[in-house]
């Protein structure tokens, strides 16, 4: 069965206080792997898709790489507006689309 | 440009009602998803349409729901006899096409059943 799962649940930084949360999977025929952003009452906003063991894409304070187990979202100097639910999500091909399975996410603070 | 819109924002109803939740996707994209967001649980995928082929109707939890996609846009899910456990935030998302996998969500309908 096709399985994300996220760590921490919930994740409190102080300003500038790096750190990394974990996304690992379970999936046969994965296609692409997903990072999103989800504020209150928001719906998911795209950050990264990684497709291959190794990749790393990146943007502004956010870096994410991919290995065949298992996805980091390493979050560098972060700042209070980097509050958020940070979503992990595997794309499984289905009938010529692309389904998502999400993990359940983890929920970032950080503090002045 | 313009985003994924969803509408309603918010639908209060009672359980054995039956409601319609409307997703405009973004203009051009030939994909449209479904997702359902329940307190404490990750997002749950729904149905998926593309072009005028069949739906993938694989993730609809009962024969209470249903959708259409309306001349490739605009697509409308409705939920049939509403009972309590179907309160949760209905996404939509679109992707440009089906080798395209970014999906671009919506801003959700949150659906209470009272």
């Known amino acids: 069965e096709d399985q994300v799962t996220q760590s921490p649940e919930a994740l409190r930084l102080q300003e500038g206080e ?29 950050l990264f898709t990684l497709y291959s063991a190794g990749e790393e894409k990146e943007k502004e304070r956010l870096k994410a790489t991919l290995t065949k187990k298992e996805s980091f979202l390493h979050i560098t ?14 794309g499984i091909l289905t009938g010529g689309g692309n389904k998502l399975t999400f993990g359940t996410g983890t929920q970032l603070k950080v503090e002045l | 440009g313009a985003g994924v819109s969803q509408s309603p924002s918010n639908k209060v109803t009672e359980k054995g009602k ?45 024969d209470r729901f249903s959708a259409e996609r309306t001349g490739g846009s605009v697509s409308t899910l409705t939920i049939q006899r509403t009972q309590q456990e179907d309160s949760a935030v209905y996404l939509c998302a679109s992707s440009a096409t089906t080798s395209t996998d970014t999906q671009y969500f919506g801003p959700g309908t949150r659906l209470t059943v009272l």
């Open chain 1, 18 to 46: 790096s750190s990394s949360l974990n996304c690992s999977y379970t999936v046969s025929g994965l296609r692409g792997l997903f990072w999103y952003r989800q504020d209150p009452g928001k719906g998911p906003e795209f």
């Open chain 1, 77 to 90: 100097a972060p700042k209070p507006e980097d509050s958020a639910t940070y979503l992990c999500a595997v």
């Open chain 2, 18 to 62: 039956d409601v319609e939740l409307r997703c405009d996707p973004i203009s051009g994209h030939t994909a449209l998803y479904w997702y359902r967001q329940s307190l404490g649980q990750g997002l749950e995928f729904l149905i998926y349409f593309q072009g005028n082929s069949a739906p993938d109707k694989s993730g609809l939890p009962s």
